[in-house]
């Protein structure tokens, strides 16, 4: 067979459809809005188990009570359905990457072949042949709020705000056992010619088996802001504001599981047995309360300055630091308003100035939320006591008692402009950011080596810095009253830099996060390939803490710190991670008549990302490494020799991480397209219509890349990821 396992897998094209229809309307005193949607999106797989659907109502009412109270309300519901395959998509997707050409994934027949490993072969765990999973969620969310005037104070104004969004889900995983075909390459069917196939359970289970789980979230907000804006004279404005917010944050859950089913045919918990079942279920509630306050004053529209300020408290930190305060101030100096301002190609130039604090509570450590660090949390487990397994509890951390909020230092100048007559527009801005009491663990002080360190709570001691720029420079145009052409570009360049990370002792200077950029790859030297034996003895390094015996096609490591042995003293911290440093697009839109035309492209330079793959009798090779290898009979000095399953020193192990399987991750790429025709009015207006257009657009139509061998915006490098899908619509709008 030569087995095309995406295009087996995959469909070319998925559909999707979106529907939606609004309802708006109203008086002076009563104005309203109303809309209902529906959306049904497919998945990439043949007979697939994965499918999204949405429902959602909305609907918005504001009320002028009396001409000194406005009342606002909204309500937002929305239904999600989720289906998929018991198979995870990192599994399917794994699978389809080790797939090899030489092993049939489908037979002629239709029958599904073989697995590639524990039952996983795609054909059949993208489809409900294994069970399925369905995950129906629905959101409820509400908001009000009350504005009252009074005639007595003009320009003093209380607003009184309420939110409360509620969500509850439900997930219900059916697995059944599954079964594939295979030949043993000698036996055939009675005719002689077609291949006898065997089928057998390949699933890693043989009973069906049932997972059923519920959540409920509870979100509120309660909001209470009284502002006073006023002039004084022509030339002076005040504005004053103060207000509080209290949030609330709660959740609980549970799960049920059953094994040993007698029958497929009923899914429910209930018909499952007892005798490996299995509980569990939690709860969290959290809370924030916040008073905030800003002042400002502008001169002529000449001179503005505003003070803002913030008192945090939160749950998550000690009674006695639970509060931070976090002031900023803004200035701003529009300069084209002076009187002496005579300059006629610039028609706008406003110069401004920022700094601001601000704090983080949501505090991740090891990727888990770091609540109550201050005081001794508990885990439960279990442990077999006097011959019976019980229930336990167990220390996790000790407690951290001075844990307080993460903090960022905020700095700002920028520009904006506009000339030749408002063509033109330009804004350009540079930022400083400085992060501290970061929680990071104190390695530095209790290195791994002290075997306490598991046990040691992390502290707020690291520090990041962060500096860069953005920009954006537009173009807009008429000609005559029908073509309108706007164009524009823009980027921003953001790079940060450890300021300080409690490393481990007497590690070399270059091997160290501090100077370099968060997450900054360590990686050893790619020097080139040993090309043949001769290339081999003339090697004066020691490769033993390596590899016992060096083979044609191997990968040379520089010998970073000079001292002709290769060891993990030569590994140097790259200042590049997988985050690109400089982003940036371009836009362009026309309007001629009643054609309208949009365009956005979008791009990044600046990041790494690392590709191995698991290849040889594990499964099959990227292309871009098989053609650019080492090999016999194309003996290279670039490019090693292939792997299998990682047994070389250069792709398995520490040694892995090295620079020849790093590829740059800049691209550009056109992300969407749009055309569409508005229908002349003097048409529409025969049959009652006050808009129709009709439209087509493209989502991720084509990328320009470096790599060119995954998508540039993919983060892993095993290449088992869902990928971003090209979208193509074509619909219209009717406005009666």
Same mark, same amino acid.
């Given at each position: 067979?030569?087995?095309?396992?995406?295009?087996?897998?995959?469909?070319?094209?998925?559909?999707?459809?979106?529907?939606?229809?609004?309802?708006?309307?109203?008086?002076?005193?009563?104005?309203?809005?109303?809309?209902?949607?529906?959306?049904?999106?497919?998945?990439?797989? #043949?007979?697939?188990?994965?499918?999204?659907?949405?429902?959602?109502?909305?609907?918005?009412?504001?009320?002028?009570?009396?001409?000194?109270?406005?009342?606002?309300?909204?309500?937002?519901?929305?239904?999600?359905?989720?289906?998929?395959?018991?198979?995870?998509? $990192?599994?399917?997707?794994?699978?389809?990457?080790?797939?090899?050409?030489?092993?049939?994934?489908?037979?002629?027949?239709?029958?599904?072949?073989?697995?590639?490993? *524990?039952?996983?072969?795609?054909?059949?765990?993208?489809?409900?042949?294994?069970?399925?999973?369905?995950?129906?969620?629905?959101?409820?969310?509400?908001?009000?709020?009350?504005?009252?005037?009074? %005639?007595?104070?003009?320009?003093?104004?209380?607003?009184?705000?309420?939110? =409360?969004?509620?969500?509850?889900?439900?997930?219900?995983?059916?697995?059944?056992?599954?079964?594939?075909?295979?030949?043993?390459?000698?036996?055939?069917?009675?005719?002689?010619?077609?291949? !006898?196939?065997?089928?057998?359970?390949?699933?890693?289970?043989?009973?069906?088996?049932?997972?059923?789980?519920?959540?409920?979230?509870?979100?509120?907000?309660?909001?209470?802001?009284?502002?006073?804006?006023?002039?004084?004279?022509?030339?002076?404005?005040?504005?004053?504001?103060?207000?509080?917010?209290?949030?609330?944050?709660?959740?609980?859950?549970?799960?049920?599981?059953?094994?040993?089913?007698?029958?497929?045919?009923?899914?429910?918990?209930?018909?499952?047995?007892?005798?490996?079942?299995?509980?569990?279920?939690?709860?969290?509630?959290?809370?924030?309360?916040?008073?905030?306050?800003?002042?400002?004053?502008?001169?002529?529209? #000449?001179?503005?300055?505003?003070?803002?300020?913030?008192?945090? $408290?939160?749950?998550?930190?000690?009674?006695?630091?639970?509060?931070?305060? +976090?002031?900023?101030?803004?200035?701003?100096?529009?300069?084209?308003?002076?009187?002496?301002?005579?300059?006629?190609?610039?028609?706008?130039?406003?110069?401004?100035?920022?700094?601001?604090?601000?704090?983080?509570?949501?505090?991740? &450590?090891?990727?888990?939320?770091?609540?109550?660090?201050?005081?001794?949390?508990?885990?439960?487990?279990?442990?077999?006591?006097?011959?019976?397994?019980?229930?336990?509890? /167990?220390?996790?951390?000790?407690?951290?008692?001075?844990?307080?909020?993460?903090?960022?230092?905020?700095?700002?100048?920028?520009?904006?402009?506009? @000339?030749?007559?408002?063509?033109?527009? !330009?804004?350009?801005? &540079?930022?400083?950011?400085?992060?501290?009491?970061?929680?990071?663990?104190?390695?530095?002080?209790?290195?791994?080596?002290?075997?306490?360190?598991?046990?040691?709570?992390?502290?707020?001691?690291?520090? =990041?810095?962060?500096?860069?720029?953005?920009?954006?420079?537009? &173009?807009?145009?008429?000609?005559?009253?029908?073509?309108?052409?706007?164009?524009?570009?823009?980027?921003?360049?953001?790079?940060?830099?450890?300021?300080?990370?409690?490393?481990? %002792? $007497?590690? %070399?200077?270059?091997?160290?996060?501090?100077?370099?950029?968060?997450?900054?790859?360590?990686? +050893?030297?790619?020097?080139?390939?040993?090309?043949?034996?001769?290339?081999?003895?003339?090697?004066?390094?020691?490769?033993?803490?390596?590899?016992?015996?060096?083979?044609?096609?191997?990968?040379?490591?520089?010998?970073?710190?000079?001292? *002709?042995?290769? *060891?993990?003293?030569?590994?140097?911290?790259?200042?590049?991670?997988?985050? %690109?440093? /400089?982003?940036?697009?371009?836009?362009?839109?026309?309007?001629?008549?009643?054609?309208?035309?949009?365009?956005?492209?979008?791009?990044?330079?600046?990041? !790494?990302?690392?590709?191995?793959?698991?290849?040889?009798?594990?499964?099959?090779?990227?292309?871009?490494?098989?053609?650019?290898?080492?090999?016999?009979?194309?003996?290279?000095?670039?490019?090693?020799?292939?792997?299998?399953?990682?047994?070389?020193?250069?792709?398995?192990?520490?040694?892995? *991480?090295?620079?020849?399987?790093?590829?740059?991750?800049?691209?550009?790429?056109?992300?969407?397209?749009?055309?569409?025709?508005?229908?002349?009015?003097?048409?529409?207006?025969?049959?009652?219509?006050?808009?129709?257009?009709?439209?087509?657009?493209?989502?991720?139509? @084509?990328?320009?890349?470096?790599?060119?061998?995954?998508?540039?915006?993919?983060? =892993?490098?095993?290449?088992?990821?869902?990928?971003?899908?090209?979208?193509?619509?074509?619909?219209?709008? =009717?406005?009666?």
């Amino acid at each position: 067979p030569d087995t095309d396992w995406f295009g087996d897998a995959f469909k070319t094209w998925s559909p999707q459809t979106r529907h939606n229809l609004q309802l708006t309307g109203g008086n002076e005193n009563l104005r309203y809005f109303t809309s209902l949607g529906y959306v049904h999106q497919d998945a990439y797989y #043949k007979n697939s188990a994965t499918y999204y659907k949405q429902y959602n109502f909305r609907t918005n009412l504001t009320a002028k009570v009396n001409p000194y109270i406005n009342v606002n309300v909204g309500i937002l519901a929305r239904r999600e359905d989720r289906n998929f395959p018991t198979e995870s998509a $990192g599994a399917i997707f794994r699978m389809l990457m080790r797939g090899r050409p030489t092993e049939p994934q489908v037979w002629p027949n239709g029958l599904p072949g073989p697995d590639i490993e *524990n039952g996983q072969n795609p054909y059949v765990i993208t489809t409900n042949a294994t069970g399925y999973q369905k995950n129906p969620t629905d959101f409820v969310q509400g908001n009000g709020s009350v504005e009252i005037t009074n %005639p007595w104070i003009k320009g003093l104004k209380l607003t009184l705000s309420g939110a =409360v969004d509620k969500t509850t889900s439900t997930n219900k995983t059916w697995q059944t056992p599954w079964r594939l075909y295979s030949w043993d390459k000698i036996s055939y069917e009675a005719d002689g010619v077609t291949p !006898l196939l065997v089928g057998a359970i390949r699933s890693n289970f043989t009973d069906p088996r049932l997972t059923q789980s519920y959540s409920s979230v509870l979100n509120t907000n309660l909001t209470g802001m009284l502002n006073y804006d006023t002039r004084i004279g022509d030339n002076h404005s005040i504005g004053v504001l103060v207000g509080v917010t209290r949030e609330t944050f709660s959740g609980e859950g549970f799960l049920a599981y059953r094994r040993d089913f007698l029958s497929t045919a009923v899914a429910q918990i209930a018909a499952g047995g007892t005798a490996n079942q299995r509980t569990d279920g939690g709860a969290y509630e959290r809370a924030r309360l916040g008073y905030y306050g800003r002042a400002q004053y502008n001169y002529k529209e #000449k001179y503005l300055a505003e003070f803002i300020w913030r008192y945090d $408290g939160s749950y998550m930190f000690p009674e006695d630091s639970r509060f931070g305060f +976090f002031p900023g101030v803004l200035l701003g100096w529009n300069v084209s308003n002076e009187n002496w301002w005579n300059v006629k190609a610039v028609n706008n130039l406003k110069l401004r100035a920022s700094y601001g604090q601000m704090g983080n509570d949501q505090i991740l &450590y090891n990727g888990v939320l770091q609540e109550f660090a201050y005081l001794s949390i508990y885990g439960s487990g279990q442990y077999p006591i006097n011959g019976q397994v019980q229930n336990t509890l /167990f220390e996790r951390l000790l407690p951290n008692p001075f844990f307080t909020w993460e903090r960022a230092q905020n700095y700002n100048i920028g520009m904006d402009a506009s @000339f030749l007559d408002n063509r033109f527009d !330009l804004t350009l801005e &540079y930022f400083y950011n400085n992060r501290t009491k970061i929680l990071i663990p104190n390695t530095g002080v209790t290195p791994g080596s002290s075997g306490i360190a598991d046990r040691l709570p992390p502290q707020n001691l690291g520090e =990041v810095d962060n500096r860069g720029f953005e920009f954006a420079l537009n &173009y807009n145009a008429r000609a005559g009253k029908d073509l309108v052409i706007r164009a524009g570009i823009n980027g921003g360049y953001a790079k940060n830099k450890v300021v300080f990370m409690s490393e481990t %002792p $007497g590690i %070399p200077d270059y091997q160290r996060m501090e100077g370099k950029q968060i997450g900054a790859f360590l990686a +050893f030297q790619y020097d080139g390939v040993f090309r043949d034996v001769e290339d081999i003895n003339k090697n004066t390094v020691d490769y033993s803490g390596v590899t016992g015996q060096l083979l044609p096609g191997d990968m040379k490591i520089r010998d970073v710190n000079g001292d *002709n042995v290769i *060891n993990a003293d030569d590994a140097v911290r790259l200042d590049k991670n997988n985050t %690109p440093t /400089f982003n940036y697009g371009a836009t362009f839109d026309l309007r001629y008549k009643g054609f309208d035309l949009s365009m956005l492209f979008q791009g990044a330079t600046g990041a !790494l990302i690392r590709i191995q793959t698991e290849s040889g009798d594990i499964g099959n090779y990227l292309e871009y490494f098989y053609k650019n290898r080492w090999s016999i009979d194309n003996p290279s000095s670039v490019h090693p020799r292939l792997a299998s399953r990682g047994d070389t020193y250069f792709t398995g192990g520490n040694y892995g *991480n090295n620079t020849y399987y790093m590829f740059s991750k800049n691209y550009m790429r056109l992300k969407n397209i749009e055309i569409g025709y508005n229908l002349s009015p003097e048409l529409l207006q025969r049959i009652k219509i006050s808009n129709l257009r009709v439209f087509a657009n493209g989502l991720n139509v @084509f990328t320009i890349d470096k790599m060119k061998v995954y998508d540039p915006e993919a983060t =892993v490098e095993s290449g088992v990821y869902y990928p971003q899908a090209r979208v193509i619509n074509l619909g219209f709008s =009717v406005t009666f």
